[in-house]
């Protein structure tokens, strides 16, 4: 199999810039790599330092997962609907 890397073949910053306006917050749910804590908020400061320390922004090479917390915001924000 090819990998689409980044994710979907789009840029990093208008990823960001989706998860950003969707509101959903995320969170590192695993790690493979130390210094990485489950917990962490996924941000976009977050992930520019992970860049700076020559990590994946996304963790597209299994540094880490994630989980999105949809439940912490309507469904109509996470998916862009009506705005």
């Given at each position: 199999?090819?990998?689409?890397?980044?994710?979907?073949?789009?840029?990093?910053?208008v990823?960001?810039?989706?998860?950003?306006?969707?509101?959903?917050?995320?969170?590192?749910?695993?790690?493979?790599?130390?210094?990485?804590?489950?917990?962490?908020?996924?941000?976009?400061?977050?992930?520019?330092?992970?860049?700076?320390?020559?990590?994946?922004?996304?963790?597209?090479?299994?540094e880490?997962?994630?989980?999105?917390?949809?439940?912490?915001?309507?469904?109509?924000?996470?998916?862009?609907?009506?705005?």
């Open positions: 199999f090819t990998l689409e890397y980044p994710l979907w073949n789009v840029p990093y910053h990823l960001l810039d989706d998860l950003e306006a969707s509101g959903v917050p995320c969170r590192v749910s695993a790690s493979t790599v130390e210094g990485i804590p489950t917990g962490q908020l996924f941000t976009r400061e977050w992930s520019a330092e992970l860049v700076r320390d020559r990590i994946d922004g996304f963790g597209e090479n299994g880490f997962h994630s989980v999105a917390e949809v439940w912490e915001v309507s469904r109509e924000r996470a998916l862009g609907i009506g705005t």
